[in-house]
Nanobody, 122 residues
Framework: QVILEESGGGLVQPGGSLRLSCAASGTIFRTVAMGWYRQGSGKERELVARVNAGGGIELADSVKGRFTISRDNALRTVSLQMDRLKPEDTAVYYC????????????????WGQGTLVTVSS
């Protein structure tokens, strides 16, 4: 089992900043990709930012230039620096890890955190 610990959500004014962090622990595993999704009220869950084991980064068009994702070398932790926040960024943010249980590549998993709420006042 892989457990994800999320932190950093809160209430901010438009234009403000927050930093989300996620740490993965548990059964020995190899990370394939790790990042953040979000789900606003009445909306579908969407990818915000993700980094893969090879170093590639994906960012949603809506956050490019404002959000930055960073990682540790082993891809056990990721942080999402969110600057110039907008009301439309309001959502529950979920950490996600895709990987496999070492040393068996076929034993894949897709783990999710419980979510941390980010609220940006209008």
């Amino acid at each position: 089992q892989v457990i994800l610990e999320e932190s950093g959500g809160g209430l901010v004014q438009p234009g403000g900043s927050l930093r989300l962090s996620c740490a993965a622990s548990g059964t020995i595993f190899r990370t394939v990709a790790m990042g953040w999704y979000r789900q606003g009220s009445g909306k579908e869950r969407e990818l915000v930012a993700r980094v893969n084991a090879g170093g590639g980064i994906e960012l949603a068009d809506s956050v490019k230039g404002r959000f930055t994702i960073s990682r540790d070398n082993a891809l056990r932790t990721v942080s999402l620096q969110m600057d110039r926040l907008k009301p439309e960024d309001t959502a529950v943010y979920y950490c996600n890890v895709r990987g496999y249980y070492d040393p068996v590549p076929s034993r894949t998993f897709d783990a999710w955190g419980q979510g941390t709420l980010v609220t940006v006042s209008s």
